[in-house]
């Protein structure tokens, strides 16, 4: 999942509320100036032929009003969307940063946690995952929780399955090497790759098998699916870095320089 950048990459959805923001402001000026009788009593056909031509001339002649009134859109929207997303975190921090079932890695007593929803198939994720350790392995104070949150069909189920069972057949030793090979994994994970990397593990290949699919699995795909849907998450990689009840939603890739900047900000 990536971000929008460019705010002109979205225009065409975006230029038609900064149109009516700029036909707005035409209007008030224009009813500003105009009699009072005039501002009371109905608009004919041909004042309204005649405000539409003046608005277009004016539009024509200072097109730079279009693209401010996008920016200030994109502007005010980031900023309900942030309001929003603090509120989320406030609501959910519990089942956020403190479930049980999740795997907890690098500091567990530091100050600050970064939780990250990932699917093994997301090639963002597959991107972020170098980022993730470069940031946590830098900043000795970052508790770090990972989220198993297949989004992307079969394949993905199966591999979060076995992430799952690793932890809980095994250590969080064995689900960090799961982990880390699931990331890089080239090709079909098959009931064959499932049986081998467990053996590889150190883990039982027919229990891990068999409890791929058990009611425990099932319980905690479920609870982060129903966590992801309260939180807006649709997308992969997702992360929520923050501390107590507070935090941000990070949606999106993003390097570890940039994580290390938000860390900086929320520790103040």
């Known amino acids: 999942m990536s971000r929008l950048s460019n705010p002109f990459v979205a225009l065409p959805t975006i230029l038609p509320t900064a149109l009516t923001t700029s036909l707005s402001l035409a209007a008030a000026l224009f009813l500003s100036t105009a009699p009072l009788a005039a501002q009371t ?12 031509e003046a608005v277009r001339a004016y539009l024509l002649d200072n097109p730079e009003v279009i693209f401010e009134a996008v920016a200030e859109f994109e502007r005010r929207t980031a900023e309900a969307q942030s309001g929003m997303d603090a509120t989320l975190v406030e ?16 500091n567990p007593d530091g100050d600050l946690t970064l939780v990250e929803f990932m699917d093994y198939q997301c090639s963002f994720c597959r991107r972020a995952y170098p980022q993730v350790v470069d940031f946590i392995e830098g900043d000795s104070n970052i508790r770090l929780v990972i989220k198993e949150f297949p989004i ?15 932890l809980q057949l095994g250590s969080d030793a064995q689900y960090l090497e799961g982990h880390e090979r699931l990331v890089a994994w080239d090709g079909d994970f098959s009931q064959a ?12 290949p027919e229990a891990v098998l068999a409890h791929m699919n058990s009611a425990e699995v099932d319980a905690v795909l479920q609870e982060n699916r129903a966590l992801a849907q309260r939180l807006q998450i649709s997308g992969t990689p997702t992360f929520v870095m923050g501390a107590g009840a507070a935090g941000e939603l990070l949606r999106g890739f993003m390097p570890a320089d940039q994580m290390s900047e938000i860390a900086a900000q929320l520790r103040g």
């Open 91 to 106: 609501i959910n921090a519990d089942d956020i940063y403190h479930d049980s079932h999740s795997y907890v890695g690098g």
């Open 193 to 204: 790759s499932a049986r081998l990397l467990a053996d590889e593990l150190g883990l039982d």
């Open 152 to 166: 992307l069909g079969p394949q993905s189920e199966v591999m979060s399955r076995f992430a799952v069972t690793a």
């Open 41 to 52: 009593a109905p608009a004919t056909d041909a004042e309204r032929a005649a405000f539409g």
